[in-house]
């Protein structure tokens, strides 16, 4: 109690002066109840002796200064609490450094710490305070944006005009659900058990562009269509949504056509060919062996 209490001067007279005090205030800074008590003190040493203060009113001050520290204990505490659960989730920090920078820091809590009655956060082998947390990252929001996808697009495609087809804006992951490869099939709108398997022959990858060559879809009947993706990532990331696929026109009769094949052969396979993740075609897949393949083979 003897540091709350404000240094008498020379002549008897208390200093309560900003200069006095052990700890200086940031501007900005909310009284606590350290501060509360000092102008307690410095009320009792003020005080007209001729009209003094009375006991009870002394007692009244002292309940509320009782309440506020259970107050400030609860919100320590509350504070605290909320520190040890963010253990082990993914968490955005922005510090302000002594020049007045502001850095961004992202990772995964690794530990809390309490220093000085003061959380810290454990966050890529540093610490940072509690409240320098801005951001709390869904772990599942987050894989969302790491693992393979495809661009929202409309393609069009007419049978009396046939040309190659280019899907573009294909990401095959990042930070370590990176896909190598990912098979492709066209599936019917109106019906999701009308689907076509495409060869690995037909389709050419490179920097995020996909081309399907136009005999893939040279067999199939005006319509509303989905470009399926299923990469070979780790969660196998399938993408059914994102590329739709407008078919004007009436098909031509072509039995010579390698789509034809394509088409005959859906109801017989398992599982589709698909296209490496580099920037050539691998065709050495592209085989008539359709009838005894179980899985995919990688593009």
Same mark, same amino acid.
């Given at each position: 109690?003897?540091?709350?209490?404000?240094?008498?001067?020379?002549?008897?007279?208390?200093?309560?002066?900003?200069?006095?005090?052990?700890?200086?205030?940031?501007?900005?800074?909310?009284?606590?109840?350290?501060?509360?008590?000092?102008?307690?003190?410095?009320?009792?040493?003020?005080?007209?002796?001729?009209?003094?203060?009375?006991?009870?009113?002394?007692?009244?001050?002292?309940?509320?200064?009782?309440?506020?520290? /259970?107050?400030?204990?609860?919100?320590? $505490?509350?504070? %605290?609490?909320? #520190? &040890?659960?963010? +253990?082990?989730?993914?968490?955005?920090?922005?510090?302000?450094?002594?020049?007045?920078?502001?850095?961004?820091? /992202?990772?995964?809590?690794?530990?809390? $710490?309490?220093? %000085?009655?003061? #959380? &810290?956060?454990? +966050?890529n082998g540093s610490l940072y305070e509690f409240d320098d947390i801005v951001q709390v990252i869904d772990s599942n929001?987050?894989?969302?944006?790491?693992?393979?996808?495809?661009?929202?697009?409309?393609?069009?495609?007419?049978?009396?005009?046939?040309?190659?087809?280019?899907?573009?804006?294909?990401?095959?992951?990042?930070?370590?659900?990176?896909?190598?490869?990912?098979?492709?099939?066209?599936?019917?709108?109106?019906?999701?058990?009308?689907?076509?398997?495409?060869?690995?022959?037909?389709?050419?990858?490179?920097?995020?562009?996909?081309?399907?060559?136009?005999?893939?879809?040279?067999?199939?009947?005006?319509?509303?269509?989905?470009?399926?993706?299923?990469?070979?990532?780790?969660?196998?990331?399938?993408?059914?949504?994102?590329?739709?696929l407008f078919i004007k026109g009436i098909k031509q009769n072509n039995s010579s056509s390698s789509g034809s094949d394509?088409?005959?052969?859906?109801?017989?396979?398992?599982?589709?060919?698909?296209?490496?993740?580099?920037?050539?075609?691998?065709?050495?897949?592209?085989?008539?062996?359709?009838?005894?393949?179980?899985?995919?083979d990688a593009v």
């Amino acid at each position: 109690m003897s540091d709350l209490i404000a240094p008498v001067d020379s002549d008897g007279k208390v200093n309560i002066s900003e200069t006095s005090q052990k700890t200086e205030r940031k501007s900005g800074d909310t009284l606590d109840k350290e501060d509360f008590l000092l102008l307690l003190v410095t009320q009792m040493q003020y005080q007209d002796p001729l009209e003094p203060t009375s006991n009870t009113e002394y007692v009244a001050q002292l309940a509320q200064f009782s309440e506020l520290e /259970q107050m400030q204990n609860l919100n320590s $505490t509350t504070v %605290n609490t909320s #520190a &040890y659960n963010l +253990v082990g989730k993914e968490v955005l920090l922005n510090q302000t450094l002594s020049s007045g920078d502001v850095v961004e820091v /992202q990772g995964t809590v690794d530990y809390v $710490t309490i220093q %000085n009655g003061t #959380a &810290y956060v454990s +966050v890529n082998g540093s610490l940072y305070e509690f409240d320098d947390i801005v951001q709390v990252i869904d772990s599942n929001y987050l894989i969302s944006q790491y693992i393979p996808k495809v661009e929202q697009q409309v393609i069009n495609y007419s049978h009396d005009d046939p040309q190659d087809v280019m899907v573009s804006g294909i990401s095959l992951g990042t930070n370590g659900y990176e896909a190598t490869g990912f098979a492709v099939v066209i599936m019917d709108a109106n019906n999701s058990s009308n689907v076509t398997k495409v060869d690995a022959s037909k389709l050419s990858y490179k920097d995020g562009k996909l081309t399907i060559d136009r005999e893939v879809f040279s067999n199939l009947d005006a319509g509303n269509y989905k470009i399926a993706f299923v990469f070979d990532d780790a969660n196998k990331t399938m993408d059914y949504s994102s590329v739709s696929l407008f078919i004007k026109g009436i098909k031509q009769n072509n039995s010579s056509s390698s789509g034809s094949d394509s088409s005959d052969d859906t109801d017989k396979t398992d599982g589709t060919e698909s296209v490496n993740g580099t920037n050539s075609t691998d065709k050495t897949d592209s085989t008539g062996d359709n009838d005894s393949t179980e899985g995919t083979d990688a593009v």
